[in-house]
């Protein structure tokens, strides 16, 4: 089975239990990206100083990434030379929703309703089918722990786990500054095309500001 980058995100951040999401607010910022960037690896969407541009509307065949691929096509319709981080901060949280009601089509996990003191609706989605996931945390255990050599989709995922500083999804019981180097590695190295690269390092710049941004408005 085939899943995307935003999905293997999402499936690292929902606790395989209870369903709950971890470190939602940075997991929900690398979901939009990792749409963005699976868009820019099919050449959907280019990024160049940090704008973003549709350049071809065909559809991937993913119904998750060719709904996103519609709504950006016609958001930068609307202006020209529109900023990723506009884009990250308009569509984060639709992103999420897209991603996991993806997740839940496929099976990989369930949603579940409740209510939070009677009152105030709650939805999880706890695991329904872990082979995915673990043969997810395998693939990367193999590339950073033990230094495999990682081909472009995975060096991608680590490229944005690292942007938005999830190394504790990906590697719960092993220390960061074992696993940091060797991500900050990948992501700088020379594994995608100029084209795609640009548009790693535009969006690991965007992630770091509307990251910065969120943690400055939750302190206020």
């Not at 929900?28 to 868009?39: D, F, N, Q, T």
């Not at 280019?46 to 541009?53: C, F, K, Q, W, Y």
């Not at 065949?61 to 519609?70: C, F, N």
């Not at 390092?201 to 969120?214: E, F, G, L, S, Y």
């Amino acid at each position: 089975m085939t899943v995307t980058l935003a999905e293997e995100i999402a499936l690292l951040s929902l606790d395989d239990e209870s369903g709950a999401a971890k470190e939602r607010s940075s997991a929900g910022w690398a979901v939009a990206g990792g749409i963005l960037l699976e868009l820019a690896m099919a050449d959907r969407v280019s990024v160049s100083d940090g704008r973003l541009a549709v350049t071809d509307t065909t559809p991937t065949g993913t119904a998750l990434l060719d709904g996103r691929l519609a709504q950006l096509d016609e958001w930068t319709r609307r202006k020209s030379r529109r900023k990723v981080t506009e884009w990250l901060s308009k569509d984060q949280s639709k992103s999420v929703t897209a991603t996991v009601e993806a997740l839940c089509e496929r099976g990989l996990v369930v949603e579940e309703q409740s209510r939070v003191l009677g009152l105030f609706p709650v939805r999880r989605y706890p695991e329904a089918d872990g082979s995915v996931e673990q043969e997810l945390r395998a693939r990367l255990t193999s590339v950073v722990v033990h230094g495999t050599e990682p081909d472009d989709r995975t060096s991608g995922l680590v490229s944005l786990l690292h942007a938005a500083k999830l190394h504790r999804l990906a590697f719960p019981d092993v220390p960061h500054k074992l696993v940091a180097p060797r991500m900050a590695k990948i992501a700088d190295g020379q594994w995608a095309g100029d084209g795609v690269r640009e548009a790693i390092r535009n969006m690991q710049a965007a992630m770091v500001a509307v990251t910065v941004v969120t943690a400055t408005t939750v302190v206020l």
